[in-house]
Nanobody
């Protein structure tokens, strides 16, 4: 059974950094693309970043240059390093197994002074 668990969210001041983690199990992690998405209050869930099995990455324009997605296949974990955070980055961040369509429960990120 596919299982995806996000962690690392919290409250951070504008300009600060956070690193989110997504631990996955129940499938062949190394051959699957993984993605991060986010949903702010009252808004649709939106794409943030993806990483393929080969390590190719893609980012939303709103986070390009500030966020970095990476993966550790030995740990079945994907990361999202978020720097230069802005209040508009406040959202629940979700991890997705792109090729299987499975989601985690999300982790809250709040950027506020």
């Amino acid at each position: 059974q596919v299982h995806v668990v996000e962690s690392g969210g919290g409250l951070v001041q504008p300009g600060g950094s956070l690193r989110l983690s997504c631990a996955a199990s129940g499938f062949r992690f190394s051959i699957n693309s993984m993605g991060w998405y986010r949903q702010a209050p009252g808004k649709e869930r939106e794409f943030v970043a993806t990483i393929t099995s080969g390590g190719n990455t893609n980012y939303a324009d709103s986070v390009k240059g500030r966020f970095t997605i990476s993966r550790d296949n030995a740990k079945n974990t994907v990361y999202l390093q978020m720097n230069s955070l802005k209040p508009e980055d406040t959202a629940v961040y979700y991890c997705k197994v792109s090729t299987l369509g499975s989601w985690g429960q999300g982790t809250q990120v709040t950027v506020s002074s």
